[in-house]
């Protein structure tokens, strides 16, 4: 099951997706939206992609769907780290965000990723409006 984890201290969400049972999607939607709860609106994540073999279309699934999710929850920014040395699991994430919701950026490793985030001063707010 992919592996969430949160840093209070940074307002950051860890994410690392491995190979996964579909079985598990309960759980791991579950784990989402505590650890987003725990956070503050506009906080960033920190998402790695760490499968064996090939990438497939529910790995892309579970990408965006992930995204979508955290989108919902007030996240303000997302960062990519690509496997090692694949040139290719950053080209299909470049293309499959051709417009996110939030701004997302992809990284060639943890460090890269991290400077990145602690970079990024957060303009994500939420707005109400009531009517009378």
Same mark, same amino acid.
């Given at each position: 099951?992919?592996?969430?984890?949160?840093? +209070? $201290?940074?307002? @950051?969400? *860890? #994410? %690392?997706?491995?190979?996964?049972?579909?079985?598990?999607?309960?759980?791991?939607? &579950?784990?989402?939206?505590? =650890?987003?709860?725990?956070?503050?609106?506009? /906080? $960033?994540?920190?998402?790695?992609?760490?499968?064996?073999?090939?990438? @497939?279309?529910?790995?892309?699934?579970?990408?965006?769907?992930? %995204?979508?999710?955290?989108? =919902? *929850?007030? =996240?303000?920014? #997302?960062?990519?780290?690509?496997?090692?040395?694949? !040139?290719?699991? =950053?080209?299909?994430?470049? &293309? /499959?965000? #051709? &417009?996110? /919701? #939030?701004?997302?950026?992809?990284?060639?490793?943890?460090?890269?990723?991290?400077?990145?985030?602690?970079?990024?001063?957060? !303009?994500? @707010?939420?707005?109400?409006? /009531?009517? +009378?």
């Amino acid at each position: 099951m992919p592996d969430v984890k949160v840093s +209070a $201290s940074k307002n @950051r969400l *860890y #994410i %690392t997706l491995e190979d996964w049972d579909p079985t598990h999607m309960l759980a791991y939607v &579950q784990n989402i939206e505590s =650890a987003c709860r725990v956070l503050s609106s506009g /906080f $960033s994540c920190l998402m790695v992609l760490r499968k064996n073999g090939l990438i @497939r279309q529910k790995d892309k699934d579970l990408l965006f769907s992930t %995204t979508d999710l955290i989108s =919902a *929850y007030g =996240a303000g920014k #997302i960062v990519y780290v690509k496997k090692p040395n694949d !040139t290719v699991s =950053a080209s299909w994430l470049s &293309q /499959f965000y #051709i &417009q996110p /919701f #939030i701004p997302v950026e992809i990284a060639s490793n943890m460090e890269e990723a991290e400077s990145i985030l602690n970079c990024w001063k957060s !303009t994500f @707010r939420f707005s109400k409006v /009531f009517s +009378a």
